[in-house]
């Protein structure tokens, strides 16, 4: 009898020695959980700076996510999310469905770089975003079939608010020398997954993120209208500039015509 008791106080022991190690490097594990699975999904160099957990609370911080520009752009980051606080329903954690209360993501940043009219680093990163969720979806299905059993839980998100966003554009109406700095509307999004329909992490993680990369690109496009309007004034500037080149060019040879006709 002593034996199992004292067997059951160990294998206690060793349970509690177990969650206390997960939970003081629960931090850690999570950064390299988001930094190795986001660079998958947006196929560049994710990095997350810190994050903490009260799940008595519900309550979810993460500070200082970066997301980093495909290659051949000029700034090494795309997006910079200040902070993100997530509330969600304790209970909900148990169940097949995680209820999120609320999301508020503040002071997002993002550099907007179109070296031309066809592309720019945010359709870049959309496509990755596109292709890679696909190829996931795939697999999961895959792996489901194989199971006979889809084990991913649901999320409904009730609220997600984007506030404070600053936008730094460069595209070929400066020239990629002088960054254009604009104010980002405010987003909010309403009972995402809800009313029947079936999210997941991954699938919440992208809408966000597409909305937010679509924020950008509206905001860029009323500022300084669209890759076509752009076009047509780069044109326009090219044919005054080349005109004002001829112009001068007419003049000059005018003033050489006029003081050969003095020494006649």
Known sequence: MKFIKYTLLALLL??????AGVWFY??????KAVNKYGSQLVGTEVNLESFTLNPFKGMLKIGGLTIGNP????????LTLGGINVKV????????????EDITIDNPTITYEMPDFSTSNVMHIQQNVAQNSAAEDKKVAEEAKEDDAGSSKNVVIKKVSVANGALSA???????????????????MLNLGGEGQKLTLKDSVVEIFNKILFN??????????????????AAGAAIDSATNVTGEATDKAGGILDSLKFWE
């Open 216 to 233: 950008a690109i509206s905001t860029v496009t009323k500022v300084l209208g669209s890759a076509k309007d752009m076009a047509q004034k």
């Open 89 to 100: 329903d304790p209970k909900s954690l148990f169940s097949d469905t995680i209820v999120v």
């Open 71 to 78: 290659n051949g752009y000029s700034s090494p980051k795309l």
């Open 170 to 188: 460069i595209t070929p109406l400066q020239k990629n020398e002088t960054a254009l700095s604009i104010d980002l509307p405010a987003v909010e």
């Open 26 to 31: 629960l931090d850690t594990i999570v950064q």
């Open 14 to 19: 060793i349970i509690i020695i177990a969650v």
